[in-house]
């Protein structure tokens, strides 16, 4: 069993914005395996479904982003499952815009909303999927930055990026995040 979390911030004024890059996630995920993600359970929004033989619960945290790892922590103890078997899309700020980059595990960076999960699970090893959201101006204050939105193009760039983190999650799922890691680790073409 796999638990596939999405970060972000409840609310449609967060709807769309560049620190919802995980809840986009998930939205894909369910409508592509037809699950409905609408049940408020572990202070978050759950739906269940398969990829293939493997029950997975997706999780969209509804604690705003720097309290993610509160409804992470009471998922993972629900269904007693280790961190390895928890899979996190994640904005991220410090990689190429609209880049993809998998990891088996590891410090937090700057995120917020992955610091909190680290904190509250006590572990640092599960797989997050990360998609590069690009970087604030010049003297851009950083939370106005994540909390804005994209251009049209910089949309259509971003939602190709998301497909590709659905499919790597799939991937994980089916094969292991080593497997993911080769076909989906990518810096976006010229």
Not at 101 to 113: D, E, F, L, V
Not at 133 to 162: H, M, N, P, R, W
């Given at each position: 069993?796999?638990?596939?979390?999405?970060?972000?911030?409840?609310?449609?004024?967060?709807?769309?914005?560049?620190?919802?890059?995980?809840?986009?996630?998930?939205?894909?995920?369910?409508?592509?395996?037809?699950?409905?993600?609408?049940?408020?359970?572990f202070k978050g929004?759950?739906?269940?479904?398969?990829?293939?033989?493997?029950?997975?619960?997706?999780?969209?945290?509804?604690?705003?982003?720097?309290?993610?790892?509160?409804?992470?922590?009471?998922?993972?103890?629900?269904?007693?499952?280790?961190?390895?078997?928890?899979?996190?899309?994640?904005?991220?700020?410090?990689?190429?815009?609209?880049?993809?980059?998998?990891k088996k595990g590891?410090?937090?960076?700057?995120?917020?909303?992955?610091?909190?999960?680290i904190h509250l699970?006590?572990?640092?090893?599960?797989?997050?999927?990360?998609?590069?959201?690009?970087?604030?101006?010049?003297?851009?204050?950083?939370?106005?930055?994540?909390?804005?939105?994209?251009?049209?193009?910089?949309?259509?760039?971003?939602?190709?990026?998301?497909?590709?983190?659905?499919?790597?999650?799939?991937?994980?799922?089916?094969?292991?995040?080593?497997?993911?890691?080769?076909?989906?680790?990518?810096?976006?073409?010229?």
């Amino acid at each position: 069993m796999y638990i596939i979390a999405g970060l972000g911030n409840p609310g449609s004024k967060y709807e769309n914005t560049r620190h919802n890059m995980g809840f986009l996630a998930i939205d894909n995920l369910a409508k592509r395996l037809n699950i409905n993600v609408n049940r408020i359970k572990f202070k978050g929004l759950v739906g269940e479904g398969r990829i293939g033989n493997e029950k997975i619960v997706l999780l969209k945290p509804q604690t705003y982003m720097n309290n993610s790892g509160e409804s992470i922590r009471e998922i993972l103890s629900f269904y007693k499952e280790t961190p390895e078997n928890l899979i996190v899309f994640v904005d991220d700020i410090d990689i190429g815009f609209a880049n993809l980059r998998i990891k088996k595990g590891g410090s937090a960076g700057t995120h917020n909303g992955l610091k909190s999960i680290i904190h509250l699970i006590q572990s640092d090893e599960f797989p997050r999927i990360k998609i590069g959201v690009g970087k604030q101006y010049e003297g851009q204050d950083l939370a106005d930055f994540v909390l804005s939105g994209f251009s049209k193009s910089d949309g259509a760039e971003i939602e190709k990026t998301i497909d590709l983190a659905v499919d790597a999650a799939v991937e994980i799922v089916e094969n292991n995040v080593e497997s993911a890691m080769n076909k989906y680790n990518r810096k976006k073409s010229k």
